[in-house]
């Protein structure tokens, strides 16, 4: 007999699954990282240092976003009192973003990097090459496509059920996701620009947009196995998401004050770092 409270949190099972796979390659992958610093001839040939840490980042990036999208799925219809909006939309897009992902990484492993680039049109449009942001830009078209459709999903699922401040702060989370990853299309030609708009994407998603969704997840948990009232457990996460947003964006500033910005980056970026939850 079934434990969910809704049959359409059933969808968040692939993901947390898949979730689980791409973590296990993560680590396998660090472990073959560490072997190569201490043995450095170590599957060269096969798997090069480059590769094995291009890798090893992009499967971080990748289990953890559908591990986020699994979440939603699970605690949204939950927490807003109604079946999600499309579970078939959520398997559609589940396959379509598995699929994207493990062909990238094959491409990486069996097709040298620049053949690859030329294969994926980065010519045309070149968004690659960028620390954590190498994925081919059809890789990262997929990744938009994927996140609208999965907005769209959980968005209509929120809008006709009960809003709670933990599905507002999801939503604003995951739209979040969505809207700083659309910096990593930008590659201009000077470094310094180059720089400014990677952190974009790299610091406002992991001390940003991520804390958000972190934290209406674990108001969810603590609420489910703690019986603490609702309304103390929302106060503290609009406490802690305050915290994140100020320290997170202005934090940026010690990694802006490098990239000939303005001297006062440092002190605002060193001031609001060190208060960073």
């Not at 990593?184 to 708009?197: C, G, Q, R, T, V």
Request: proline share 4%; hydrophobic share 55%.
């Amino acid at each position: 007999m079934s434990t969910l409270k809704f049959q359409s949190q059933s969808v968040a099972t692939p993901y947390f699954i898949f979730a689980l796979i791409l973590f296990t390659g993560q680590i396998i992958f660090g472990l073959v990282m560490g072997l190569q610093y201490v043995v450095g001839d170590f599957l060269a040939g096969a798997i090069p240092f480059n590769v094995a840490r291009m890798v090893h980042t992009n499967l971080l990036i990748v289990w953890l976003l559908f591990g986020f999208m699994g979440a939603a799925y699970f605690l949204v219809p939950e927490e807003s009192e109604t079946e999600l909006y499309s579970p078939k939309l959520a398997i559609l897009l589940f396959w379509v973003f598995a699929a994207a992902g493990t062909l990238t990484i094959l491409g990486y492993l069996l097709v040298p990097y620049s053949t690859l680039a030329q294969i994926t049109g980065n010519e045309y449009f070149p968004t690659m090459g960028r620390e954590f942001l190498e994925q081919p830009t059809i890789t990262k078209i997929g990744i938009v496509i994927v996140c609208l459709g999965f907005l769209f999903n959980i968005g209509m699922t929120i809008l006709r059920g009960r809003k709670t401040v933990i599905n507002m702060v999801l939503i604003t989370g995951l739209i979040g996701l969505a809207v700083f990853f659309l910096f990593s299309f930008y590659n201009p030609e000077n470094i310094a620009m180059d720089k400014l708009f990677w952190w974009f994407v790299v610091h406002l998603w992991v001390e940003g947009v991520w804390e958000l969704i972190m934290g209406a997840i674990l108001a969810f948990i603590l609420i489910k196995i703690t019986g603490v009232d609702r309304e103390i457990i929302e106060k503290w996460l609009y406490v802690i998401i305050a915290m994140a947003l100020i320290s997170g964006l202005l934090g940026t500033g010690h990694h802006f004050f490098w990239l000939a910005t303005p001297g006062y980056w440092q002190w605002v970026g060193s001031v609001f770092s060190a208060l960073e939850p």
